[in-house]
C-alpha cells in the first residue's frame, strides 16, 4: 500500500480519487495493433442485424476489399441484404464517398472509428 | 454471573471490542476511509438495525440450511429435474450460475475487506456478516444447481467462464468496477444500489420464475436466502443515510455515485429483462410490469421522495430506463439469439403462444417491430438457416454490452454514441455510459473489451471456435435449442410410460 494521496482536484470531471498515481495505458490502443487498426460497421434503417460489427484490417486494405471481405460477408448472414445496394457511407455523421482503390487509412477512419451505411 | 441479554452480547462484540489505538494513529489503522472524500464525524451514530452476535447469526443460518440441504437430497434422489417446465428454462439458471453465482463469491471477500477497513465497530461487525452471508449464498446456489449439471450442458465451469466468456464480461466488468472502487463507493454500489435500489428487480422474477417453472432446487435456495436479502436491504439504506446525514458535503459525491450505479446496474439487469420475457417458459410477469412496479411505484416513488430530504434526486438514466421498457427485452433477446453459437446457452424462436403472449404485453412496440424479426428467423430457419449472425459485435466502452440499444422511444433506429481520450476514440451504448466514461476515463481506457482482447489474440487463437475452447465450452452447450442434445435428451426422458429411452 502506497501513500495515501488524494489526486482530486475537481472531482466530477476527468481526476479521479485514488490511493496514489494512477496512471495506465488504454488496453485496446492503436500501437497494439501494429500496422492494422479496428473498424466498426453500422447497418442502419434496419434491426434484423442491430449490432455494429468489428473488424480487425491492414490501415492498407483497400476499400473494395474492405467492403467484399469484411461488409458483405458479415451483412450478408442476412439472406435481404444486397452488396450492391449498400449506400449513402458515412464516417458516423459525416458522408464519405469511398473509392475503391482508396485505403482504410486514406479515408481517414481512425482506429475504432465507426463506418456507416444504409441499402438504397 | 447472569447470563448477557441479546442487546449486552451485541455491545460486547461491537463497542467493548474496539479501542483506540496508541502505538498508530486512527488514520494509519484504517488508511482507506478517507481518499473519496467522504467525510464521517461520528462512526457511533451508524445504527445496525439488527444487532445480530455470532452465537445467534450461526443459530439462525444452520437451521435454515438444515432445511434447504434436506430438500437437495429429496429432489435429486427423485429426479426432481424432470419436473421444471422445459429445459429452455434453464438458460436462466445458467445465466445467472455464471453471471450472479461467482459475484456472490466476490462480494463476500470485498465485505470481508470493507469488514477489516471501516473506523468503526458497529458497520464493520454488519459487513460481516454481510460477507458470510454471501459466502453462504455462492455455496447454496451452486448447489441448488449441481443436480442439472448431472443432465444438461452449460453448466461446467461458471467461474471459468465469468473470467473469459465474452458476453459475461458484462457482469465481470459491473463487479470489478465496483470492487475497485474506495469502501464508500462500493458500499454506494452493492449496499444501495444493487441490493436495496434494484434488488426486487432481480430477484423476485427469479425466484417466482424458477417457483413457476418447477425448479424447486433454485426456489429453495432463493427463499432460503430471502431473510438475509430483507438484512442487505435494510442495511443498504442504512449506509446511505449514515453517509448523507454524517457532512452536507457528501450529498454530491453521493450523487454522482448514485447516477453511475443506478445506470451501471439498470444495464447489468437487462439480463433479468430477457429471463422475464423469453427465458422462461410459462412467464411470470413481463419486463415492463416488473419494472413499473419494483422500480417505478416501489423505488421513484416510495424511496426518493424520502431521499429528497437529503438533497438527493432520483439518478440520471432513470427517464431513459423508463422509455426503455417497451422494448428492452426484445432488443437484447434478438441479440442474444443471433449470437447463441458463443454463449454457454442455447435459444430459439418463441412459440406461438409466447409471441401472442408479448403481442399482448407489449401492445405499442411488439408486433410493429419484433415479431417481424422472428417470422424472418422462422422462415430461414424452415430453409434450413437457422440465423446466426456472422463477425463480432461492437461493445459498449462502460458496460460493455453490444452496442445495439434504440434511440429512446424508438425501437427502429440504433444510435451509438463515441468520445475521445487521450488521442483514442471510445464507443458507447448510451449517454449515460458515455457519461460514466467522462467521469473516470483512467479507469476505463483499461477495461478489456472481449473482442478487442480476441482481435489482439489473447483468446486462444484467430478463430471463433479456437475461442470458444479457450473458454472451456463444449460443442453441446451453444446454439439453437431445438435440435440440441438437451433438448433430445429431454424428449427421451418425457417419452410415454413404459418405453425405455
Not at chain 2, 450460475?97 to 454488519?126: M, W
Amino acid at each position: 500500500m502506497g501513500e495515501v494521496a488524494c489526486t482530486g482536484g475537481s472531482y466530477g470531471m476527468t481526476e479521479m480519487r485514488t490511493l496514489g498515481a494512477y496512471d495506465f495505458p488504454a488496453a485496446d490502443r492503436q500501437e497494439l495493433f501494429g500496422e492494422d487498426q479496428l473498424v466498426n460497421v453500422h447497418w442502419d434503417d434496419q434491426i434484423f442485424v442491430p449490432v455494429p460489427a468489428c473488424f480487425r484490417v491492414p490501415k492498407s486494405m483497400k476499400w473494395s476489399d474492405f467492403k467484399t471481405q469484411m461488409i458483405d460477408t458479415w451483412a450478408g448472414t442476412d439472406p435481404d441484404y444486397r452488396a450492391d445496394a449498400a449506400t449513402d457511407w458515412r464516417l458516423d455523421d459525416d458522408p464519405i464517398e469511398p473509392q475503391p482503390d482508396q485505403t482504410i487509412a486514406d479515408l481517414g477512419i481512425v482506429h475504432k472509428g465507426l463506418v456507416r451505411f444504409r441499402l438504397g | 454471573m447472569a447470563k448477557a441479554s441479546m442487546r449486552e452480547r451485541y455491545q460486547l462484540l461491537t463497542r467493548d471490542l474496539d479501542w483506540q489505538p496508541s502505538f498508530v494513529t486512527k488514520e494509519e489503522l484504517y488508511p482507506h476511509t478517507r481518499f473519496e472524500g467522504i467525510k464521517i464525524h461520528d462512526w457511533d451514530a451508524w445504527e445496525d438495525p439488527f444487532r445480530l452476535t455470532v452465537d445467534a447469526y450461526a443459530k439462525y443460518q444452520s437451521e435454515k440450511d438444515k432445511r434447504l440441504y434436506a430438500g437437495f437430497d429429496t429432489l435429486a434422489q427423485g429426479q426432481g429435474h424432470l419436473q421444471i417446465s422445459d429445459p429452455r428454462y434453464l438458460a436462466a439458471i445458467k445465466l445467472f450460475r455464471q453471471a450472479v453465482t461467482p459475484q456472490e463469491y466476490n462480494v463476500h471477500r470485498h465485505f470481508g475487506y470493507i469488514a477489516r477497513a471501516l473506523d468503526g465497530p458497529g458497520p464493520r461487525c454488519a459487513n460481516l456478516f454481510q460477507s458470510i452471508d454471501e459466502l453462504r449464498h455462492a455455496q447454496t446456489q451452486t448447489h441448488s444447481v449441481s443436480m442439472y449439471n448431472k443432465y444438461y450442458d452449460g453448466f461446467h465451469s461458471p467461474e471459468r467462464m465469468l473470467q473469459k466468456v465474452w458476453y459475461l464480461s458484462v457482469s465481470k466488468s459491473y463487479f470489478d468496477d465496483a470492487l475497485s472502487a474506495g469502501p464508500f463507493e462500493f458500499l454506494t454500489a452493492i449496499s444501495f444500489s444493487f441490493e436495496y435500489f434494484l434488488t426486487n428487480l432481480l430477484f423476485v422474477p427469479f425466484m417466482s420464475g424458477a417457483s413457476f417453472n418447477g425448479d424447486l432446487s433454485v426456489m429453495s435456495a432463493g427463499f432460503s436466502a430471502q431473510s438475509d436479502e430483507s438484512r442487505h436491504m435494510t442495511l443498504g439504506l442504512e449506509v446511505i443515510k449514515f453517509i448523507l446525514e454524517q457532512d452536507e458535503d457528501n450529498v454530491p459525491i453521493v450523487q454522482g455515485w448514485l447516477d453511475k450505479w443506478f445506470w451501471r446496474g439498470y444495464r447489468f439487469l437487462g439480463l433479468v429483462a430477457m429471463m422475464q420475457d423469453y427465458l422462461l417458459p410459462r412467464k411470470v410477469m413481463s419486463w415492463q410490469e416488473a419494472f413499473e412496479l419494483y422500480l417505478e411505484q416501489q423505488m421513484l416513488e416510495g424511496l426518493f421522495p424520502d431521499l429528497e430530504y437529503y438533497g438527493i434526486r432520483p439518478p440520471t438514466g432513470v427517464d431513459q430506463a423508463i422509455a426503455e421498457k417497451t422494448y428492452l427485452s426484445h432488443a437484447l433477446y434478438w441479440v442474444f439469439y443471433q449470437f447463441s453459437h458463443a454463449a454457454v446457452f442455447t435459444t430459439t424462436i418463441p412459440q406461438a403462444e409466447e409471441l401472442d403472449w408479448m403481442s399482448a404485453q407489449y401492445p405499442g412496440t411488439f408486433d410493429q417491430h419484433f415479431r417481424p424479426l422472428w417470422e424472418k428467423a422462422a422462415r430461414m430457419q424452415a430453409d434450413g438457416n437457422r440465423f446466426f449472425v456472422g463477425g463480432l459485435p461492437m461493445l459498449c466502452q462502460i458496460c460493455q454490452i453490444p452496442a445495439a440499444f434504440p434511440e429512446p422511444g424508438n425501437p427502429a433506429k440504433i444510435v451509438t454514441f463515441h468520445g475521445e481520450y487521450g488521442g483514442e476514440r471510445y464507443n458507447f451504448c448510451s449517454q449515460f455510459c458515455k457519461s460514466i466514461f467522462e467521469r473516470e476515463p483512467k479507469k476505463y481506457i483499461q477495461a478489456l473489451l472481449p473482442v478487442h482482447q480476441i482481435y489482439q489474440g489473447n483468446c486462444g487463437g484467430a478463430t471463433i471456435p479456437e475461442v470458444l475452447e479457450w473458454y472451456g465450452m463444449t460443442p453441446h452447450d451453444s446454439g439453437e435449442y431445438t435440435t440440441s442434445r438437451e433438448a433430445e435428451n429431454w424428449a427421451k426422458w418425457h417419452a410415454p410410460a413404459g418405453v425405455m429411452a
